[in-house]
């Protein structure tokens, strides 16, 4: 008869879904972006990568034998934290850079909250704005597309000292032939990467697009030399919008529970983003709009409970 | 005797102001930024806290108790605004170091928190004892704190390069690096304490 | 006196140079209060309401008595026993019009009078709006914004901590870094994502 009688207690429907599962499918749909990096900066794009992977999983292996927990590295969590810190990064920095960053994300950024499922902040972008903080000069000097040894600086840095942009064509911007970090310039790899999750049903909607919409609405608003001037779509293209937006942004610990409160994380998101960089120092506020928003998290859940039925 | 030293030296691990009892952190973060004004600090708030615990000690009977705080506050008081004074004397580069962070020590939680868990019930010799241990305990975490926090910041301590070729994380000298190494020194500490039991 | 200046100290106290997680002011309270949400609301309302009292009497005892009698070097000492008497003031009058919010103050109110913040912010009031013991133009009204950004900086930063914490409740943080070490952290990270607006222009 086979074992197609199987007597069990409840739940008798299984999924193959699991958290590696999940885990793993977005670290291969972040592949299309790695490839892209490496054929736009070069080989030092695969070894950073690497080099920030097999720091973030010895660190978390590390911690797991020391505190006699159970190992949990296989779950490919250490290795997104890994490669998206990777993607935050200009190609040119000294190797020990994102090893040093990928033990300040698990540590820091996970493991003394406790580990998968517990941390409060995106895990990556607290080692990235912790780079970004200790090392600025490495962390902001970007190499020029197709050659290793000319600097160049991003367009979002441009605009930000005010020079005329002496435009970058917008498929310029789609394609990721310009300066910037080495998984954010290719918004195809990356929308690839997206349609993926999107297909598989590991991310929704809701904060992508309330983030990328906000964030181009406010930019069209105030962005330009006056009222309703502002070019959205070069902002959107630009800079760690649409990394952040689909990879980081949608982090299921880090992030609201309810349909409504994702709404209004991507809303807040898209606002701190646009923000800063019409007018705050930096020419990019992705990584700190997004955790700023995961700060707020534990009380936007607050405050968007769903209803219990029942309960009044 | 015995008891005696005791006194004092409770202030240095046992009973740490910075590490056990967790008063005084906002000057304690502020000015670790390097070891010069960690000591710089700490001796001004060694000063205060022997000055102000030996002179409650021996008005502590002639304070009615319900104004007992205030007074305590004037006593502290004054001894910050003559600390103050001479700084702004003798080391003004110091004074301006430690900013607003000199005047603060009259709201200093160890200060205060001495004078009235210990000096008021106490004979002047232990108080005097109580306010140099915490004191000195006080001085020893500062000066800890602000070695870590200088030379992971900037490479040097005491203004002197200790590694060559090595490139100082700068958020060590920025608030967010102090509420780490604070954070983090806490947790090593109770994992000791913890260890011990 | 002018909105670019409201503007701008709004800013400052409020996110960049933020009472709590920039110049450590109040961390006492803010690591030992913090971890729920409702005494951490009452604390940060009384502790705004004192700040904004104090910045404006502690503005008019130095500009009308200290600065003409020259007596400019007992600031520390005057302004904190004002400190003192204001506390004690606010709460009498609490407690005979409403004793509802007295009780929900309830012991915070005491404590406030050794919260760095209030003397912190009194002092910096002056640092940076009396140049040279004259006052500068409007220097009363930004002193008076001033303390009251601070308290709104600070009730921020209680807010958000105290989210954070009543969440971590239900994690598994690690023995060691149980209560102070973990809520250290949190404002390590909480710091470092405030610095987000430094630089700000507009």
């Not at chain 2, 910041?153 to 102090?178: N, V, Y």
């Amino acid at each position: 008869m086979g074992n197609n009688l199987l007597v069990s207690g409840s739940p008798h429907i299984y999924t193959r879904e699991s958290i590696s599962r999940i885990m793993w499918t977005v670290v291969i749909s972040l592949i299309p972006a790695g490839i892209a990096g490496v054929i736009i900066f070069g080989w030092d794009a695969l070894w950073i990568t690497l080099a920030a992977v097999a720091a973030a999983v010895s660190t978390e292996l590390i911690f797991e034998v020391l505190t006699k927990k159970k190992i949990t590295v296989l779950d490919g969590s250490a290795v997104i934290t890994g490669i998206l810190l990777a993607f935050n990064l200009p190609a040119g920095v000294p190797l020990w850079l994102p090893i040093v960053g990928a033990v300040f994300s698990m540590v820091v950024g996970k493991l003394v909250f406790g580990g998968l499922g517990q941390n409060i902040f995106n895990p990556a972008l607290v080692g990235r704005v912790f780079l970004l903080a200790s090392w600025p000069k490495y962390m902001t000097t970007f190499t020029k597309p197709f050659c290793d040894t000319v600097t160049s600086a991003t367009p979002l840095a441009i605009l930000k000292e005010g020079k005329a942009l002496g435009h970058i064509p917008y498929w310029d911007l789609f394609i990721g032939n310009h300066g910037g970090c080495i998984g954010e310039v290719c918004i195809l790899a990356l929308l690839i990467g997206a349609a993926i999750l999107f297909i598989k049903g590991y991310i929704s909607w809701h904060i992508p697009f309330t983030y990328i919409f906000t964030t181009g609405l406010f930019i069209y608003v105030f962005g330009g030399p006056g009222l309703f001037k502002g070019d959205w779509l070069f902002h959107i293209l630009s800079g760690g919008l649409i990394l952040g937006a689909f990879f980081m942004a949608t982090d299921y610990v880090a992030t609201p529970l309810t349909a409504r409160g994702q709404i209004i994380f991507g809303v807040g998101c898209g606002v701190l983003t646009a923000v800063i960089r019409i007018w705050g120092g930096y020419p990019e506020g992705v990584s700190y709009a997004i955790l700023m928003m995961n700060a707020a998290t534990p009380f936007i859940d607050r405050y968007t409970k769903n209803r219990i039925y029942g309960s009044r | 005797m015995k008891s005696l030293v005791h006194e004092f030296t409770k202030g240095i691990i046992r009973e740490n102001p910075t590490f056990v009892l967790v008063l005084g952190l906002c000057p304690t973060l502020a000015v670790s930024v390097s070891v010069v004004n960690g000591i710089g600090m700490g001796i001004a708030a060694t000063f205060v806290l022997l000055g102000s615990s030996m002179i409650v000690s021996l008005v502590k009977n002639f304070i009615p108790n319900k104004i007992r705080i205030p007074c305590f506050i004037v006593i502290i008081a004054t001894f910050v605004t003559i600390t103050e004074l001479c700084m702004k004397a003798y080391s003004p580069v110091l004074d301006r170091a430690l900013g607003i962070y000199v005047p603060l020590i009259v709201v200093n939680c160890i200060v205060l928190g001495r004078a009235e868990a210990f000096a008021c019930k106490n004979n002047l010799a232990k108080s005097f004892l109580d306010g140099l241990g915490m004191g000195v305990g006080f001085t020893l975490a500062l000066v800890l704190i602000s070695a870590i926090r200088e030379f992971l910041g900037s490479g040097q301590i005491l203004g002197h390069t200790l590694i060559k070729g090595f490139e100082p994380p700068f958020i060590f000298g920025m608030p967010s690096g102090a509420l780490l190494v604070i954070g983090l020194l806490l947790g090593f500490f109770n994992l000791i304490k913890n260890k011990k039991t | 006196m002018n909105l670019q200046e409201f503007l701008s100290i709004f800013i400052s106290s409020v996110f960049i140079y933020n009472v709590i997680l920039s110049r450590f002011l109040g961390l006492c309270p803010f690591v030992a209060i913090s971890k729920e949400t409702k005494p951490a609301l009452a604390m940060s309302a009384a502790v705004t309401f004192v700040i904004t009292a104090s910045s404006a009497v502690t503005w008019l005892i130095y500009r009308f008595l200290l600065l003409p009698f020259n007596l400019a070097y007992l600031r520390t000492l005057s302004f904190v026993l004002v400190i003192a008497a204001l506390v004690q003031l606010i709460e009498m009058v609490i407690r005979k019009t409403s004793p509802v919010l007295y009780r929900a103050f309830g012991i915070y109110l005491t404590l406030i009078t050794t919260n760095c913040a209030v003397l912190g912010a009194a002092v910096l009031n002056i640092d940076m709006f009396f140049v040279k013991g004259r006052p500068v133009a409007g220097s009363f009204y930004y002193s008076i914004f001033q303390g009251f950004c601070m308290g709104l900086g600070y009730t921020l930063a209680m807010l958000i901590m105290s989210g954070i914490r009543e969440r971590l409740e239900l994690s598994r943080v690690p023995k060691a870094l149980h209560n102070f070490p973990i809520a250290f952290i949190i404002a390590s990270v909480l710091s470092l994502s405030f610095m987000g607006f430094n630089g700000f222009k507009f």
